[in-house]
């Protein structure tokens, strides 16, 4: 098992930045991918990114706005966002899984249980 919990986020406005986190606890951090999730209201949940070692991939929608990272002595993934835009609003969830497809499909074996980011116009 392997237990998520993410934090950092609040109420920005646009244009702003924010740095989620996601703290990793149970099996090897190490031997899991990461990667981020969110999901507006009325809206299917979707991918922002994910990391593999130091692979990193991106949402056309976040690429160059988001950079994504994590630090494997503090078992701990991070989002960093900046130019924040309206539509980033959404709750934002951090997933793990060893299998990459299945972790980037949104279908990883472990989920946070999310924090909301709301962007102000």
């Known amino acids: 098992q392997v237990q998520l919990v993410e934090s950092g986020g609040g109420l920005v406005q646009a244009g702003g930045s924010l740095r989620l986190s996601c703290a990793a606890s149970?099996?090897?951090?190490?031997?899991?991918?990461m990667g981020w999730f969110r999901q507006a209201p009325g809206k299917e949940r979707e991918f922002v990114a994910a990391?593999?070692?130091?692979?990193?991939t991106y949402a056309d929608s976040v690429k160059g706005r988001f950079t994504i990272s994590r630090d494997n002595a503090k078992n701990t993934v991070y989002l960093q966002m900046t130019s924040l835009k309206p539509e980033d609003t959404a709750v934002y969830y951090c997933a793990a899984d060893r299998d990459w497809n299945a972790l980037v499909a949104g279908t990883g074996d472990y989920w946070g249980q999310g924090t909301q980011v709301t962007v102000s116009s």
């Open positions: 149970g099996r090897p951090f190490t031997t899991y991918n």
């Open positions: 990391i593999r070692w130091s692979f990193t």
